[in-house]
């Protein structure tokens, strides 16, 4: 074979040219191992099972089928090449490809990781808003038309709620830009665990599908807790919801011990604790409360899974029907710490770049996401007020009041900073502002629900979503799109127009909160949340709460898309258009390849922006 000058080989004759063979699509690799593993597991024990009137897929063989099923997708889409053969000392074949195919494929840098777990949060927080519409075309009316049964709307319920809290809420702002940020936040290169962070994204996509199909093994009436013994008497749907937030949660606790050891172990010289970035201490403490608790709720997990397929008597008179609640709640309220933590850092992040302010109070600042974090076991149970003696619901009333304390902090903060300061009023600036609106009101109307007696008589209706969703979805996903345009530049090197970014701003701030302050009221008029059929005095208001929903949800959808269109089609940006100090802003924009080439020593604070102010980094080697 002879070679011409421009390096083509040139095939002699009669030969046939030489192609190179392209590799099969991860994801499609995945897919095809995933259903080799489910078909293979699950015939071995439905072939072994003793009950022969069992089916081909029962309550045990599908538990098996889906571990065989995990097994072959996280091998197919590259841990097989790039984490279990080399961990038996193999060779290493796996090359990373470039380009947008990058973001399809096991990848070890925190950038593409980071995306990834958005991108992959961003799916499940698709899939919750369309059942969150569905749920609300059903209370559009007082009976039952939407769905024929109402196992078929708890059901929609419990994978709204599923799929919010534990792919969007613990994973977008922590897994998506915790991975992406804190990196280049304490001036590292990669992360302290690249290869485990690179198999750990893959399992959010599966999680979701698996609460998502749940259906297709029959209805659960639990909502997002899971509840045992009620999920005794469910349809085996309820095996697919303890499933997918199994690996959902096995995903977010993987990320924590990423970013803790990251931020611990990972610091540029001169990055001490007092100079961390407020973020990167948001994450710290978000990470802690994971390690803690997230190992707690998936033993719990596995003893219901247990419970119902064996089954075992762990949660019923013969154990104590009171357990299963006991500890999911003992997680369930850190959880609400996990997602809100990270948009009380966000503000304390963005709001001095953008006011060119020095950060108030910053020590206060810290000790608040410390004691957030320290508090949060402390409150659980008032969720469980009414079967609770009143030996114990004094005192978590009492601390249920008291992390208000630490979390007034952040507003204290934020407050501290924006006073008599030169805030540019722009699109993340006007997000991060509605994000304390709408989580003061959801912290206010806390304080009732934190008080015995009122929460007596609000227990169970829909104040208490309306309560819920102003923390969560009023704080943690409005700072999230405060974080999608503040870094859009570092994502993409593009910009947006930022008319078009405040109409989008305002038309998410004005449909939410008409929809879930109407939330608060309908439910002192005695609307019970869980319930597809209600009075019929209550249903006009349900039908105008409704129509603002879709106008939500087309907000959301508005927002997500000219994010993506200003991504791909936005004007070129500047490197650092805001001119923030953190030290991510002194890497390329976009931020591809390696973060650093010379080693950051940081010699400053990154908040102070008073007159003479020196720069906070000096760059070695």
Known sequence: MSVTPGNSPLPATGELPIVPRRRMSPPMRGVIWAAVGFLLLNSIVSG????????????VSVVFGWMGAMIGWLFGIGGWEAVVRPAFGFPLKWKETVGWRRYFEYSIDHKVIGIQYMVSSGLGFLIAGIAAMMMRLQLMSDHMWLFQYSKGYLTTVGIHGTIMMFSVGTVFMVGGLGNYLIP???????????????????????????????????????????????????????????LGVFILLLSSLI???NLVATIVFRRAPGLTWNRLPMYAWGMLAVSFLNLIWIP?????????????????????AVGDPMVYLQMFWLFGHPEVYIVVVPALALWMEILPVLSKKTLFARQWGVIGLVFVMLLSGMVWAHHLFPTQQNATILPFSFFTEMISIPTGFAFMVSIGTLWKSKLTLNTPSLLVLMSMFNFLIGGLTGVFVADPMINMQLHDTFFVVGHFHYTIIGGMVFSSFAAMYYYLPKFSGRTYNDKWGQVGAYWMFIAFNATFFQFFIVGLRGMNRWVPVYPHYLMWQNFEISICAFLLGFGFLYNIGYIIWSWVKGPAAENNPWKAKTLEWYTPSPAVGTNFEKTPQVVNGFYDYSDGAGEPVVFQG
């Open 48 to 59: 072994i099972d003793p009950n022969v009137t069992h089916s081909y897929v029962n309550q």
């Open 184 to 242: 280049m936040m304490v001036g590292s290169n990669s992360s302290a665990f690249p290869r485990l962070s690179g198999i750990s994204v893959w399992m959010v996509p599966a999680g979701i599908l698996t609460v998502a199909f749940s259906p297709l093994l029959g209805d659960w009436t639990t909502g997002w807790r899971g509840y045992q013994p009620l999920a005794s008497q469910d349809g085996n749907g309820i095996i697919f919801y303890y």
């Open 255 to 257: 990320v924590a011990l």
């Open 296 to 316: 707690e709720i998936m033993m719990t997990f596995i003893l219901a899974l247990l419970a119902h397929i064996v089954p075992l008597p762990l949660f019923t």
